[in-house]
């Protein structure tokens, strides 16, 4: 609480901290993640960066995607804290490194006419080995990393995506040439395991956001922006351009591949979105009035089409748009299945505009992100 905050965002903070409460700074769940993500949207809000990286910081800690040493030297909060942690980088490095060269001495004694290529089928085999240690029933815990959770979860993190390994220059005599691993993943492959990652956290966040009650149109927005693979994969990156006629601002437009323009038009997802009508479910007024805000987006295109073909070269002639409004666990006395079909029927009436609700966008994303997971362990 030592940010110099608004006290409208030292409100929200005041909340997360009540709710964690004096004794545990583990509690708090997805309730905890909620009022992080509203406090961190608030600060925003204001323009106040400083604030929002230090709540978003605060919210990758208790999402576990931040661990607690990158905060103690980030934030400095115990002296030494870097020196220290350089400290044990350096000596599990040399243990690592004692390690290997044992292991090159004792196979060479028993293979003195080894060759280079033999020597690296050697280490293969060892460290292939090494994700089948075990504790030893007679000496256990003997091979176990001893330490706090998060201190081992951050070395294994820095061993294995931080710590880059430079050869010092080779000799004028040296045996420059040196056998490529078929283990290793291309830069491509590699490339692709981050970007999973990073579609994971990011589907993460928008669930987060869409599930906390108070969030806006405007923190819904944030997460989407800069993700919109979510919408699916027939889209290429965003426009960029928010104003294409005077008096109309869109949220998210994409281009589809032959050019054209899909409009996104995003509104609450804490809002009542059906009704009953007779024996029926209908959509409700918040629904007709979005439809209706879309109709007049899209009319205002088709006016202003040749514009804006020649000034930004979007062909609007052909422009559909997708609102997305709402959740089922907002309107929790009618099922999710019922209101989905009420939505597809509704939709298919529509000649340009499909309505859909954040759960049917948020699962479709997770299907998409899931198979290419799948696809990726099978091609490791």
Do not use: C
């Not at 997805?30 to 608030?42: D, F, H, I, N, T």
């Not at 256990?140 to 061993?159: I, P, T």
Request: no cysteine; charged share 25%; proline share 3%.
């Amino acid at each position: 609480m030592e940010l110099g905050v608004s006290d409208h965002v030292r409100g929200f903070l005041e909340d997360a901290l009540r709710h964690m409460g004096d004794r545990s700074s583990y509690r708090g769940g997805k309730e905890l993640l909620s009022l992080l993500r509203y406090a961190e949207g608030a600060a925003r809000q204001e323009e106040d960066l400083l604030a929002s990286e230090r709540i978003e910081d605060a919210l990758a800690y208790a999402m576990n995607t931040m661990l607690r040493p990158d905060v103690e030297i980030k934030y400095q909060l115990f002296p030494g804290t870097g020196h220290s942690l350089l400290g044990l980088i350096r000596r599990t490095t040399e243990a690592f490194g004692n390690v290997v060269l044992s292991s090159i001495r004792a196979f060479l004694a028993e293979n003195p006419s080894a060759t280079v290529t033999d020597i690296q089928k050697h280490l293969v085999g060892v460290f292939e080995s090494g994700s089948a240690i075990s504790e030893d029933e007679e000496q256990a815990g003997h091979y176990v990393l001893r330490g706090q959770r998060e201190s081992s979860a951050w070395l294994l993190e820095v061993l294995t995506r931080r710590l880059t390994l430079q050869e010092r220059p080779a000799q004028a005599d040296a045996d420059v040439s040196r056998p490529t691993s078929t283990e290793e993943l291309s830069l491509e492959e590699l490339a692709h395991l981050a970007q999973l990652k990073l579609r994971s956290d990011a589907l993460q966040q928008l669930t987060t956001a869409v599930q906390n009650p108070h969030s806006t149109e405007a923190d819904l927005q944030y997460q989407l922006q800069g993700n919109l693979w979510i919408f699916g994969g027939s889209f290429l990156s965003g426009l960029g351009r928010r104003r294409l006629v005077a008096g109309s601002e869109l949220d998210i437009p994409l281009l589809r591949p032959d050019g054209s323009l899909h409009v996104v038009e995003l509104k609450r997802a804490n809002v009542r979105i059906m009704t009953h009508q007779r024996n029926g479910l209908i959509p409700n007024g918040e629904v007709h009035r979005a439809v209706g805000q879309v109709m007049n987006y899209l009319l205002a295109l088709d006016e202003d089409r040749s514009r804006i073909l020649d000034q930004h070269g979007v062909d609007v002639r052909r422009a559909a748009a997708t609102v997305v409004v709402g959740h089922p666990r907002f309107q929790p006395d009618f099922d999710e299945a019922d209101m989905n079909e009420v939505l597809r029927t509704y939709s298919s009436h529509l000649a340009r505009i499909e309505v859909i609700t954040y759960k049917q966008l948020i699962d479709g994303a997770t299907n998409a992100l899931g198979l290419s997971q799948a696809e990726a362990s099978r091609h490791p």
